[in-house]
């Protein structure tokens, strides 16, 4: 998925040249799974954007059905930025859609909105070997964007109703919800994705988070996986991700 220098999907393409993070499963994943606010006027984020991926995704999804929503996507990065900034005017939902070069942590106090929906692809190495090249090393540990900025941060500008949601290895998500059941956060969704049938464990853990204070059920939980042992994509895969690969 990440070798070209562009990637294309059924109704809009990510050129993705020069940005820390291309287009990765992980991306796609989240603003398929992701609940869209149900109400018109509302306000999604993503923070870390990239190439805007989710954003754009999350525009698509939300175009459905209304008209007047709008999509901030925060990066700090600024060929990342300038690349989103391209994408998201060469997308059907350019007017809907805006960008923020700036570091979450700054943006937090500057924002004036809150939000119905926030989303996150975030760095998640917490202690490991650094990745030789400045950009990839920001956009994939968590130095300059620790779990616990980005949590604080979410509940700082999150709508009273609104959610949360993020995509984390298995490991680093244990370390997250503890850290977001510590600032308030409960969780709502948990979906475990497994690269294929059978594997023991799940290579990614989806989360949906809301704050404390919403009178909700138990957490529902799902299973998901990628492939199926003859590595042919799982219909269930399929599904999730239908409106947006051409391949589906």
Not at 60 to 74: I, K, N, T
Not at 95 to 109: A, G, H, S, Y
Not at 135 to 143: A, G, I, Q, V
Not at 201 to 222: G, H, V, Y
Request: aromatic share 12%; hydrophobic share 40%.
């Amino acid at each position: 998925m990440a070798g070209n220098a562009y990637f294309e999907f059924k109704q809009f393409t990510v050129f993705q040249e020069n940005v820390s993070m291309r287009v990765n499963t992980d991306g796609v994943l989240l603003g398929a799974w992701c609940r869209m606010p149900e109400r018109s006027s509302a306000k999604i984020l993503d923070i870390g954007t990239g190439t805007g991926v989710i954003a754009l995704m999350a525009a698509q999804r939300m175009s459905s059905q209304f008209s007047d929503f709008e999509v901030g996507a925060v990066e700090s990065d600024c060929p990342s930025c300038i690349q989103a900034a391209k994408n998201f005017k060469a997308s059907p939902w350019k007017r809907n859609l805006k960008i923020f070069m700036t570091d979450f942590q700054q943006f937090v106090p500057c924002s004036q909105d809150k939000y119905d929906l926030i989303v996150s692809n975030p760095p998640y190495f917490v202690d490991s070997l650094k990745n030789p090249s400045i950009s990839k090393r920001l956009s994939r540990h968590t130095d300059n964007l620790p779990y616990e900025d980005i949590i604080a941060g979410a509940k700082e500008i999150l709508a009273p109703e609104g959610r949360f949601s993020v995509i984390l290895p298995y490991e680093e998500s244990k370390l997250f919800i503890s850290i977001a059941e510590e600032n308030g956060f409960s969780k709502s969704r948990i979906c475990r994705v497994f690269a294929k049938e059978g594997d023991e464990l799940p290579k990614r853990i989806m989360l949906e988070f809301s704050p404390l204070d919403i009178k909700k059920a138990e957490a529902s939980s799902e299973d998901l996986c990628i492939m199926e042992p003859n590595l042919e994509f799982t219909s269930a895969y399929k599904a999730l991700t239908g409106d947006f690969y051409l391949k589906f």
